[in-house]
């Protein structure tokens, strides 16, 4: 039981982490002479960078995707903390319940954001508020890292629905 709770501790600790890194690293969309993600723009010849602000045409989309993953990576770390509360607090045979709502609202709230860039990353990246032409990008290791976080939180809330405290 010690190594199942050690691997869960580690499996949801990644999500976590995961969660950070596409949430702050600036590569969503990437080209040879730019990088974007849902912050900012920069270019990789002169480290020159602009925040994405209103007078982008799609700023509500971006909006929208930076409040999603914030959201998601604050319910991953709630339900951390939530977990290790009940951890103590859980009489044994009884489930991770509430632990599992808040991790799958992480795990909804990633898919959210994502699928939002996904849909909208066309019309983002043709706005003429840009001081380059990104519209030659390609995904970035980011947002595929978000996705990636998808599939971590959606793993441990299930973990976490299946899993009933032991001695």
């Known amino acids: 039981m010690l190594i199942l709770l050690a691997f869960i501790i580690v499996f949801h600790i990644t999500s976590a982490a995961l969660l950070f890194i596409s949430t702050i690293d600036n590569a969503?969309?990437?080209?040879d002479v730019f990088t974007t993600d849902?912050?900012?723009v920069c270019t990789t010849h002169n480290s020159t960078c602009m925040a994405i602000g209103d007078h982008f045409s799609e700023y509500q989309s971006i909006q929208a995707v930076?409040?999603?993953m914030v959201l998601s990576t604050i319910f991953c770390c709630v339900a951390f903390l939530v977990f290790i509360l009940q951890?103590?607090?859980l009489k044994q045979g009884e489930r991770f319940v509430l632990?599992?709502?808040?991790?799958?609202?992480?795990?909804?709230?990633?898919?959210?954001?994502?699928?939002?860039?996904?849909?909208?990353?066309?019309?983002?990246h043709k706005s003429a508020a840009y001081f380059i032409d990104v519209s030659g990008g390609r995904y970035g290791y980011s947002f595929v890292l978000a996705w990636i976080a998808f599939a971590f939180t959606l793993i441990s809330?299930?973990?976490y629905l299946i899993l009933r405290k032991r001695k």
Do not use: K, N, P
């Open 157 to 159: 809330g299930v973990m």
């Open 66 to 68: 930076q409040a999603t």
């Open 99 to 124: 632990t599992s709502v808040i991790q799958l609202l992480s795990c909804l709230c990633v898919m959210i954001a994502a699928s939002i860039y996904t849909d909208r990353h066309e019309e983002l």
């Open 28 to 31: 969503w969309w990437v080209g």
């Open 87 to 89: 951890l103590f607090r």
């Open 38 to 40: 849902v912050w900012r």
